[in-house]
C-alpha cells in the first residue's frame, strides 16, 4: 500500500489558526466573506503545516472538478469487445483531454451495478456525464436524472419521441424535457442501404436487426420497412430476423434465413459486426457474395469492414466524431451553465443528428 | 443537459435549522457531538427541504467512497488495442463488483495527461487506486504517491530493487517503501521458454524484447541471458532486437533477425502480440514454423495465441487473476486500515509473484 506520510487536515488548520473548518474552506478556496486579519491566519496557518487543500472540501465550495464521467449501459467484457465503444472513447477522449477534462471511465459488470454507477454520479465526483448504449427499461437514464448530473446521451433515448416508451419520467414535466442526445441518421441510413440493394436488382432483401431494445436498431428496421413498403407495398415477415449487433448473432440470423428463405439475395445487416458473422455463414455455405448474396452493413468500422472477406458496403457513421460532440455539446453545457443557477427549465434539450453515407466495397 | 430540479444544499439546511453547515455535515453523516435537540432541528430540516447528502460532504468526513481508480499509462488508444488490459481490466471489475466498489478507469491521451490524473486521485474522489503499465521515467508513481492515494501496482515498479533507478523518492524513505505490487515471474518464465526452445534442439535462438522501459520486459530479457549464458557460456548479441510489446513492433524485429542473422532457428518473443508479429514475417519470407523457426510468445493471450498460424506455444500468465489480485490487496488494505491513521510506517509493502507455466501448442 502506497502511502504519503499522513497529511495536515483542514481540521488541522482551523485547529492551529482558532477558526471553523468553514473559514478554512472559504479562505483556501478563495471565497470571500473573511475579515483579513482572519484571512491572514489561516493562510499563516496553511503555509506552516504545508496543507494542500483536498479538492472534496474545494469541490464543496466551486462545485467544479475538471472531469466527466462516460457510462456504457453494457458489461465491461462487452465494452472491450465492441471496437465501437473505443472509436466512440476515442473522440470523447481526444475532446476531454483538449480542455484538461479528465475522462472517468465508470463500468460495470452488467445492470445489476446500475444503481451504484448512479450513487458515484450522484456523489459529487464528476462535473457531468456522457451516456451511452441505452437499453428499454434500463433503469440507468432515471437514476441518472435523478443524480442532478448534466448528461449528455450518445443515441436517441427512448422516451420523448414516444411517451409511452418513457423509461424516466417526473410530475410536470415530459419525461424527454431538457435530454440532450447525439446520434446518425439511423432510419434514413438503412433507407439508402436498403435502396442501395434495391437498386442492384435485388428482389429478395432481407434484414438482421440489431438488439431490438435499443433505438438505433428500432430506427434501422423501420428505414428497411420503409422502402420496402415503398418498393413492394408489403415486406415478408420472414425476411426480417432478429439479432443483437454481434458476429455471434449475425451468424445465427443468417443460418435462419437461409433456412427459411433459402431465395434471399441481399441482406442489409445493422452494423458491421452482424455482417461479418453473416459473411462468415455464406461463405461456409457455398454462396457467393455478391453474386448470389449481396451483403450491406452498418457503422464502417474501420478495420472490421475493411477487412470482412470480401470488404464490406457499409453505410459510414462517424463514431468518433459522435464521441467529440457529445463531449463538446456537455462541455459548453457546463460552461453556459457556470455563473447561473441551473435548472431543468433551463436545459435547452434536443437531439443532434449527424449523416451517414454509403461506403461501397465489395459486397454489395 | 439533463439537469435536476435544483436539489436542497446543505447549506439550506443549515439556514433552516439555524445551525452552522459542520453541525449539519456531523448529523447527516451519523456523527457524534451534536446535542439532541440541535440534531433533531437538523433532522427535521432535512425531512422538510428533502435534502439528499452530497457525497463530496459526508467523504469529508468518512473520507470512503467505495471506489477504486484503475490507471493505466498509457494512451486511451493502446488500452483499447492491446487486450492484455481488457483481461486484467476482467479481473479488477469482477472483484471490485464483489465487494460493490466502483471501478472508475482513468483514461489519457498520453504522459502529458498524468499530472491531471494525479490531481484527480489526489481530489478525494476514490478510496485507492491500481496503477498498471508503468515505465522508466514516468513521473505518474511519484505523483500518485504524493497525492496519498493508497496504490496497488500491477507490474514491479522500478524502484526498489534498483536504487540507482529509482522513479520517486522522498528524504528519509527509501523510494519503494511501501509500495505494493502484483507481478508474475518474468525471468523464471522466459527461463522456462528459452530452455524449452534449447531442449527442442535450436542452436540459435532469438529474443525480440518488449519496451525496454518497462521492468517486465528487462526481466524476460534477463531471463534469455540467464540461459543463453547457462548453456553457450555467452549470447550473441545480435540475436537480441528490441522492440515495444505490439504486432507492428514485432513485424520489424523479426525482419532485422533474418537481414543480420539468417540462421536464426527459434524466437523468444517478449509476448504474443510480438509473436504474431513475428509469424507473419516468417509466413512471408517462406520460413515454416516450427520447422525452420520455432517460436515461443509470453502471456497466453486467449483468442491471440490460439488463432495464430500456427497456434502459439506460449508461457501463459494468468492476467485476470492478476488484475483480480490487485484488486483485493487493494481493498484488503483499506479495510485494514479503516480505523486507524495510515501512515506510511504502517505499510507492509512487497510484491506478490504469480507463477508461469509453459503452454505447448504447434509453433515450437
Not at 473573511?34 to 469541490?59: D, F, I, K, M, T
Not at 434484414?207 to 438505433?216: E, K, V, Y
Request: charge should be negative.
Amino acid at each position: 500500500m502506497t502511502e504519503a506520510v499522513s497529511r495536515p487536515t483542514l481540521e488541522a488548520v482551523a485547529a492551529r489558526a482558532g477558526v471553523s473548518r468553514a473559514t478554512v474552506s472559504r479562505v483556501v478556496n478563495g471565497g470571500d466573506g473573511v475579515r483579513e486579519p482572519l484571512a491572514e491566519r489561516v493562510r499563516r496557518a496553511v503555509e506552516e503545516l504545508g496543507y494542500v487543500p483536498n479538492q472534496a472540501a474545494r469541490s464543496l465550495v466551486t462545485r467544479r472538478h475538471d472531469a466527466v464521467a462516460v457510462v456504457i449501459a453494457e458489461p465491461e467484457s462487452r465494452v472491450f469487445a465492441d471496437p465501437f465503444f473505443a472509436l466512440q472513447l476515442r473522440g470523447i477522449s481526444k475532446e476531454l483531454t483538449a480542455h484538461d477534462n479528465q475522462l472517468v471511465l465508470l463500468l460495470t459488470e452488467g445492470r445489476a451495478d446500475h444503481a451504484r454507477v448512479a450513487r458515484y454520479l450522484a456523489g459529487g465526483h464528476v462535473d457531468g456525464a456522457l451516456v451511452f448504449s441505452l437499453h428499454l427499461d434500463d433503469p440507468l437514464p432515471g437514476l441518472i436524472r435523478d443524480a442532478g448530473v448534466p448528461t449528455v446521451f450518445g443515441g436517441r433515448p427512448d422516451w420523448g419521441d414516444d411517451p409511452g416508451a418513457a423509461v424516466c419520467g417526473r410530475a410536470g414535466e415530459g419525461p424527454g424535457h431538457g435530454v440532450v442526445y447525439v446520434d446518425c441518421d439511423n432510419r434514413g441510413g438503412a433507407h439508402t442501404a436498403v435502396r442501395h440493394l434495391v437498386g442492384l436488382g435485388r428482389r429478395r432483401v432481407a434484414h438482421i436487426t440489431g438488439a431490438l431494445d435499443q433505438t438505433s436498431a428500432v430506427d434501422r428496421l423501420d428505414g428497411y420497412r420503409d422502402v420496402m413498403a415503398d418498393v413492394w407495398g408489403e415486406d415478408d415477415p420472414r425476411l426480417v430476423v432478429e439479432s443483437d449487433f454481434t458476429p455471434a448473432g449475425g451468424e445465427r440470423a443468417m443460418r435462419e434465413l437461409l433456412g427459411c428463405c433459402p431465395d434471399v439475395d441481399a441482406v442489409f445487416a445493422a452494423n458491421d459486426l452482424t455482417a461479418l458473422g453473416a459473411l462468415r455463414v455464406l461463405r461456409e455455405s457455398g454462396r457467393r457474395v455478391p453474386e448470389d448474396v449481396a451483403v450491406v452493413g452498418f457503422d464502417d468500422m474501420v478495420p472490421v469492414a475493411e477487412q470482412t472477406d470480401p470488404p464490406l458496403t457499409t453505410v459510414r457513421q462517424d463514431i468518433e466524431e459522435m464521441g467529440r460532440l457529445m463531449a463538446r455539446l456537455l462541455l459548453r453545457g457546463l460552461s453556459d451553465g457556470r455563473d447561473r443557477e441551473r435548472t431543468a427549465a433551463d436545459a435547452p434539450g434536443g437531439g443532434v443528428i449527424l449523416p451517414t453515407t454509403l461506403i461501397r466495397r465489395a459486397s454489395a
